[in-house]
């Protein structure tokens, strides 16, 4: 796909990450509204019943903080994805948040996950790294400025402080990275240099050295015969 048919404004841009972020605020606004709690619909790891949390933690906040926390940030990577990398967004963010709740369900400590800090550090993970990956000038851009404003998110794939689902954090940030090498050749790429040679190339030789062609005369036998 062309870079200028690429980068143009589309509704998904921000309807997604609208959407999205209403549907979270509204799930905790029904939480509080109803005195329910919904974190027992979290990813609780190796168990049969905790697998339905690979599909509905990243719904399910603590509360208000830390849907606040996850709100900003989802909106700008989100749009980000949206926008850049269109062609694979859904995929990324469908494919990339089931792996991100499997590998989370695989290896996390006996508790319940909840949150969409595993959909963050995965579109963090994958806009960052794919810029580099495809060292594209608008792309590498984009990676420099998501480091820039949240790259102080990379010290809780660490076991740091408590009640984080460090584990989360960090099955996202893997997904996010195996997703950028996987789709580098998709979207927007850098497009290598074709040299085209030129009448002045040509006056040189392989090795850079001025050679430029003989030119051979022709004469008229006519017109030397008349000379003698």
Not at 82 to 110: P, Q, S
Not at 172 to 186: D, K, M, S, T
Request: with cysteine; glycine share 8%; net charge negative.
């Amino acid at each position: 796909m062309k870079e200028e048919n690429h980068l143009q404004i589309s509704k998904s841009i921000f309807l997604i990450p609208i959407v999205y972020i209403v549907a979270i605020w509204f799930i905790y606004w029904v939480e509080i509204q109803f005195d329910l709690n919904f974190n027992k619909y979290g990813v609780f790891p190796r168990t049969f019943v905790g697998f339905r949390g690979v599909f509905l933690t990243h719904f399910i906040h603590s509360n208000v903080s830390h849907l606040f926390n996850n709100s900003i940030p989802l909106f700008v990577l989100l749009s980000s994805l949206f926008y850049f990398y269109r062609d694979v967004a859904y995929k990324v963010l469908l494919l990339g948040g089931f792996f991100t709740g499997l590998i989370t369900w695989c290896i996390a400590r006996e508790s319940y996950h909840i949150g969409a800090s595993g959909i963050v550090y995965l579109l963090f993970s994958f806009v960052f790294f794919s810029g580099i990956i495809k060292r594209h000038f608008r792309l590498v851009a984009l990676s420099l400025i998501i480091i820039f404003l949240y790259g102080g998110m990379i010290w809780y794939v660490l076991p740091i402080k408590d009640g984080i689902s460090w584990e989360g954090h960090l099955s996202g940030f893997v997904v996010g990275l195996i997703f950028a090498v996987i789709f580098r050749n998709r979207g927007i790429v850098r497009e290598e240099h074709q040299f085209i040679e030129t009448e002045f190339d040509a006056l040189f030789d392989e090795h850079g050295n001025f050679a430029p062609p003989k030119v051979e005369e022709e004469f008229d036998d006519e017109k030397l015969e008349e000379k003698f």
